[in-house]
């Protein structure tokens, strides 16, 4: 069975400009959730969409968005980029999104803004 | 506001002994909590889970402690491995219709040979 993967792995962007990452998740995984990792913060919750509906969201800014789509593939956008977003953006996939059913992690994208 | 607290940033331990790693939460509405191991240039992969109705699970060389009047739980490796060299997350959860993890920061663990 194949794994979460993320795409682009490594991603460099200047300030101001948007970016959008993808995630696959695992056949027959209906939940992703996103996480942005920090070395000051750890992992942090974006947000988590179930059947193409956001369910839960972080505290993060509206600049930070996402969707869901019918295949359960799932994009993250981040608009009007800033230095603070350079960070390792992780996704994960499980059955149902709930804490009981395993999630399963992505390796990542990694995003530096310049 | 850090609801999830991993107050060792890093651990260092001799193989064959045992590497204790703790996390303290703040949010009484957590009632699930669970380990994550990471190895760089991956993503994170479970380790263990516990159940506020427990207080101790065990997996093989990972037992998990939940000490809810103090709001504390610890992971223990026994005996630890070299191959056990990576950052622990502690993260949480309430299970009431709430479908995010909470994690602390990690705990980085080197496991000496």
């Known amino acids: 069975k194949a794994g979460v993967t993320q795409t682009p792995r490594y991603l460099i962007k200047t300030r101001g400009q948007q970016v959008t990452l993808s995630c696959s998740p695992i056949?027959?995984?209906?939940?992703v959730s996103w996480y942005q990792q920090t070395p000051g913060q750890g992992l942090q919750f974006l947000f988590e969409y179930f059947s193409e509906t956001q369910r839960n969201k972080g505290n993060f800014p509206g600049r930070f968005s996402g969707r869901q789509f019918s295949n359960s593939r799932s994009e993250m956008n981040v608009s009007t980029l800033e230095l603070g977003d350079s960070a390792l953006y992780l996704c994960a996939s499980s059955f149902s999104g709930s804490a009981f059913n395993e999630q399963f992690f992505g390796p990542g994208t990694r995003l530096t803004v310049l | 506001d850090q609801q999830v607290k991993q107050n060792s940033p890093s651990l260092s331990v001799q193989e064959g002994r045992i590497s204790i790693l703790n996390c303290d939460y703040t949010n009484s509405m957590f009632d699930y909590f669970l380990w994550y191991k990471k190895y760089p240039a991956e993503g994170p992969t479970f380790l263990i889970s516990i159940s506020s109705i427990k207080d101790k699970n065990e997996d093989g060389r990972f037992t998990v402690f939940l000490n809810k009047s103090a709001k504390h739980l610890s992971l223990h490796i026994v005996p630890s491995q070299p191959g056990d060299s990576a950052v622990y997350f502690c993260a949480a959860s309430a299970l009431s219709g709430n479908y995010k993890l909470t994690f602390g920061k990690g705990t980085l663990l080197t496991v000496n040979p």
């Open positions: 056949s027959g995984h209906r939940s």
